[in-house]
């Protein structure tokens, strides 16, 4: 019944920003943790960044600097603000989020950066 929706993706020039957001809805009040995930293809699903309750983003070393993850408490709606972006940030986009003993992917934004 919970649903995670990504977007903001799209074409952007090597250099160039873009911001995701992911959308959760169904029957919760808030998550207690939520994920940004990739994956390009012929490569491996990796994680990008992630927020939970206690602590503050983690990033990928390949993003740190680059990338900044938001949120409200709830956690319902987080952005991932996606500056200087580079060729090889090129994929496939998701949102992961989790909440008691449940977690739930969206379906993923395509992000294409040219050069």
């Known amino acids: 019944q919970v649903q995670l929706v990504e977007s903001g993706g799209g074409l952007v020039q090597a250099g160039g920003s873009l911001r995701l957001s992911c959308a959760a809805s169904?029957?919760?009040?808030?998550?207690?943790?939520m994920d940004w995930y990739r994956q390009a293809p012929g490569k491996q699903r990796e994680l990008v960044a992630a927020?939970?309750?206690?602590?503050?983003?983690i990033y990928a070393d390949s993003v740190k600097g680059r990338f900044t993850m938001s949120g409200d408490n709830a956690k319902k709606t987080v952005a991932l603000q996606m500056n200087n972006l580079k060729p090889e940030d090129t994929a496939v986009y998701y949102c992961h989020g989790r909440w008691g003993t449940y977690a739930a992917w969206g379906q993923g934004t395509q992000v294409t950066v040219s050069s």
């Open positions: 927020i939970t309750s206690g602590d503050r983003p």
């Open positions: 169904g029957s919760i009040f808030s998550l207690n943790a």
